[in-house]
């Protein structure tokens, strides 16, 4: 199982758009192949900061995921809306209960 924390930080007058095209990926992701589990986080310390943890069967899963339409169209999209590039960290389980 492989696991992806995408950390992205929205400038605060483009919070409302960021959400919307969130709630859309979220969304169509969730019901992807492969996908375990794909949520949106808020800092609770840190307003408009923000990560996605990800959950993904294998590399293969992962990798439909990035070809998909609605996740290219979630980046296009999001990227102008972000004060820093959105950074992503990968992890593969290597031990679980």
Do not use: C
């Amino acid at each position: 199982m492989l696991i992806i924390h995408a950390f992205l930080k929205v400038t605060p007058e483009h919070r409302t758009t960021f959400l919307e095209l969130a709630e859309q990926v979220v969304k169509h992701t969730q019901a992807e192949p492969g996908n375990i589990s794909y949520q949106l986080f808020e800092h609770t310390g840190q307003a408009n900061t923000f990560v996605m943890l990800e959950e993904w069967q294998d590399e293969h899963a992962l990798k439909q995921h990035g070809e998909s339409a609605h996740f290219q169209e979630f980046i296009r999209k999001a990227k102008p809306l972000l004060v820093e590039p959105l950074q992503a960290r990968k992890y593969e389980v290597i031990a679980q209960s």
